[in-house]
């Protein structure tokens, strides 16, 4: 891809998230208001065994989206009809960034989470034949994804 775009999704066992699939495409939509709101999302079961082994004592309603069987646990709901995937999405930017540039590409992630997009950033790293470093100059046509970066490059 010339501009920077993340494609997730996701099938899980449980009636409430199901099959999601969400694209966000730097250029055409905001961050702000399409992706960094979505919250991580866990069971119920899952953060019961978490507090009764003295963890996640800092997760909340309010950070995560807590289910049961059949409930969203959150009072108010979703923020995002389809925010499992939003957030799957918005994990994913922030484990390519730790690549340490911006990113001009596509990624594409189906089932995926934080193991496997780390591994796909630690082959990345470790065939740079596969990719390049790009920079641009003050008059240079800026991937329309970073145009509002530009005055800082």
């Not at 730097?26 to 208001?33: E, K």
């Not at 507090?51 to 909340?60: D, I, N």
């Not at 807590?66 to 799957?88: A, Q, S, T």
């Not at 189906?110 to 065939?127: C, D, T």
Request: glycine share 8%.
């Amino acid at each position: 891809s010339s501009r920077f775009r993340v494609t997730a999704s996701i099938d899980f066992d449980h009636a409430l998230i199901a099959r999601q699939a969400y694209t966000f495409d730097f250029g055409a939509t905001g961050f702000v208001q399409e992706i960094s709101k979505a919250r991580t999302f866990t069971f119920k079961r899952e953060v019961d065994y978490l507090r009764s082994q003295g963890l996640a004592q800092g997760g909340s309603l309010e950070n995560a989206i807590v289910v049961d069987d059949f409930n969203i646990l959150n009072p108010e709901g979703l923020r995002y009809r389809d925010e499992f995937v939003r957030h799957k999405i918005l994990d994913a930017i922030g484990d390519l960034y730790l690549m340490g540039s911006s990113l001009i590409g596509e990624f594409v992630g189906f089932k995926s989470g934080h193991a496997e997009n780390h591994a796909l950033v630690k082959k990345l790293m470790e065939q740079p034949e596969t990719w390049e470093f790009v920079t641009f100059g003050k008059n240079d046509k800026v991937p329309s994804s970073y145009e509002g970066f530009a005055e800082s490059l």
